[in-house]
Nanobody
Framework: QSQLVESGGGLVQAGGSLRLSCLASGRTFSFYVMGWFRQAPGKEREFVAAISWNGGMTDYADSVKGRFTISRDNAKNTVYLQMNSLKPEDTAVYYC???????????????????????WGQGTQVTVSS
């Protein structure tokens, strides 16, 4: 069983950067595909990025490609989301999620779907002002 704790959210001006972190408990972190999702007020939770068990594969929503980078450090049980060139439309609560998939890849519909994921963090607010 894993617990996920996000940090790094905050208020930033458009064009700025933030780095989100997600610390996972447990000793089998490398067995999990990790994802970032976000949810804006009145909208459904949407996929942002995912990373395979060893970081060898990544996948991004079209809206963040070229601006966001997902990475992980299995020795630290941590996944990161570096967000650059932020826009007001990036404003949302950002959630870290874990899906048990040993040796698993990303890039398929399943890893873009919230219901696939087994564990979720509590979320961290990101607000981008114009």
């Amino acid at each position: 069983q894993s617990q996920l704790v996000e940090s790094g959210g905050g208020l930033v001006q458009a064009g700025g950067s933030l780095r989100l972190s997600c610390l996972a408990s447990g000793r089998t972190f490398s067995f999990y595909v990790m994802g970032w999702f976000r949810q804006a007020p009145g909208k459904e939770r949407e996929f942002v990025a995912a990373i395979s068990w060893n970081g060898g594969m990544t996948d991004y929503a079209d809206s963040v490609k070229g601006r966001f980078t997902i990475s992980r450090d299995n020795a630290k049980n941590t996944v990161y989301l570096q967000m650059n060139s932020l826009k007001p439309e990036d404003t949302a609560v950002y959630y870290c999620a874990a899906h048990f998939r040993p040796g698993g890849r990303v890039g398929d519909l399943a890893t873009m779907t919230p219901s696939t994921y087994d564990y979720w963090g509590q979320g961290t607010q990101v607000t981008v002002s114009s």
